[in-house]
């Protein structure tokens, strides 16, 4: 998603804009460099809940004191060789697939001026991010007929859009032909 509001703001593209993210999270660089921050591995999570509680824990943590959640994830990177291996395959299925999200935020940060093009279209109302998925795509007069199932949520957004971007994150080549309803705008 970072890399897509620059073309539109260099070509003067003003209308209003929808991001729609699995994980509502925009994350740049840290202000300031800091030392890995937790301890995850005493005692060693044998779930993959149990690690996330801790993760979230410990950014909580972190933020109190004033240091970064990037210093977490350098934490939680530098202990996973001590951790991942004590966790069943299911457990460690569950981690991949519930944390995927965050991680890709995470490991692939936006640089800096991209951040502030995006902070600036967001404080504008120009730019909204929306957590969820898209359910549901039909060619309607006028535009594309989006619904959205939101993240967390059972409820659903539909809006009628004139434009599609997308930005599915580093290594979804697949995308389109995984999904049956997105097959038609190749």
Partial sequence: MSERPSPLQISRHYARAVAI????????HATLPAAPYGNFTEPL??????????????????AENGISWHAVVDAVRAQAKFFWPSLTLTERSRII?????????????????????????VDAGALQFVAGAIEK??????????????SRSDRRLARIINAIVFATGPDHRNILASQRFLAELE
């Fill in 97 to 121: 697939r519930h944390l995927r999200p965050y991680w890709d935020v995470h490991r692939f940060r936006v640089a800096p001026q991209m951040e502030s093009i995006i902070r600036r279209r």
């Fill in 45 to 62: 999570p044998r779930t993959a809940n149990e690690l996330l509680i801790r993760v979230r824990r410990t950014v909580d943590d972190a």
């Fill in 137 to 150: 795509l039909s060619f309607r007069r006028g535009g594309v007929e989006v619904v959205l199932r939101l």
């Fill in 21 to 28: 993210r699995r994980a509502n999270v925009l994350k740049g």
